[in-house]
């Protein structure tokens, strides 16, 4: 939690200690204002969280929208990520710069045990982009999404207190499907500025020349294929991704659920744009994402056991790092009234006329057209 008062001991890294510097309202308040701006999706998502959790996913997510933009921000150079790792540190050392977004990542990174090395496997991604990585297959374009994206699931699964294999592999499927989303949403807004993330062997397969687009970015039917195939790995990763909300405690469910869903929405407006993301831009409306919500807080009562598949091969890493190897330990008040709340829900189920079914989720696939291979 971000707090004023005291400062506090804790640990940064495992086995080393650092002081905490105490955050004032008005860090709390700048890091929100700061989602606010940069991230309005998981900002409304956020807004749901208890407040310990919510307060310390703005810090995390307010040093990582800071290190992006600097990133991107023209005249960027190796220079700029050198001073992320060094900004790092000094957080880590427990003497963060002096901005908001720093004192706020030592503050969670000490407080919830975060390793530093899933931190420097995000700004190994924005490297990537500074030095204009290449994506030749699939699997390169899901390295890139580990680091720029699993890493944030994993950590929001540190802070939400689990951190059990199982649950941080669900929590790198999210992240990494969010990112594929992100992908086919921004195919031309990335070429504008000279990247391309869609695999090239894809592209290739579809007699579409990758730098011929880049030189000229211009929708097709093809290169459309490419979205929509993009897009269906992403649904494949939500559909087991999602299943990791019933490892989490009850109160988070909602807000987790709610992100998933409002992002897999945005690949259905991919879909109704006839998978062009390059003359036009995907987005989802307030209203829809209030709809999206109460789904999530229904669908949260009832999520199916978390899927015990391995993580990809491509975020094992991420959760290697940050995993205790064992089962997740649940406080006993917490545990108690998670299971108060689905005795209770079950024996409404068997009480009513058929019993009660999980409410749809509104199966993107079907709005998108998919098909499951």
Known sequence: ????????????????????????????????????????????????????????????????????????????????????????????????????????LADVVARYDIPQDIWLAMIDGFEWDLLGKRYETYSDVLDYSARVAATVGVMMTLVMRRRSSRTLARAADLGVAMQLTNIARDVGEDAAAGRLYLPRTWLAEEGVDADTFLANPVFSPALGRVTQRLLRE????????????????????????????????????????????????AYTTKERKLALLLQAFAGALYSPACDEAPPLAETAFLVACAADHKPAAVGGIERFMDLLHMQHHRQRSIGSPGGVREPDRQDTQSQVGFRSA
Not at 15 to 23: A, F, I, K, N
Not at 63 to 80: K, S
Not at 238 to 249: E, I, K, M
Not at 262 to 275: E, L, P, R, T
Request: net charge positive; aromatic share 6%; glycine share 6%.
């Open 1 to 104: 939690m971000l707090t004023a008062g005291l400062p506090k001991m804790s640990k940064s890294k495992r086995g080393s200690t650092v002081r905490l510097q105490p955050l004032s309202k008005a860090d709390v308040k700048a890091c929100r204002d700061i989602i606010r701006e940069g991230s309005k999706s998981f900002y409304f998502a956020s807004l749901i969280l208890p407040k310990k959790v919510r307060s310390a996913a703005l810090a995390l997510y307010s040093f990582c929208r800071v290190a992006d933009d600097l990133v991107d921000a023209a005249g960027a150079t190796q220079h700029t990520l050198d001073q992320l790792r060094m900004r790092l540190e000094a957080a880590y050392g427990g003497q963060p710069f002096p901005h908001v977004a720093d004192r706020a």
């Open 234 to 281: 992403a649904e494949r990763l939500y559909s087991r991704a999602l299943t990791g909300v019933a490892d989490l405690p009850l109160a988070c469910r909602p807000s987790i659920r709610a992100a998933g869903l409002v992002y897999s929405d945005i690949g259905a407006s991919v879909q109704a744009n006839g998978f062009n993301s390059v003359s036009s831009r």
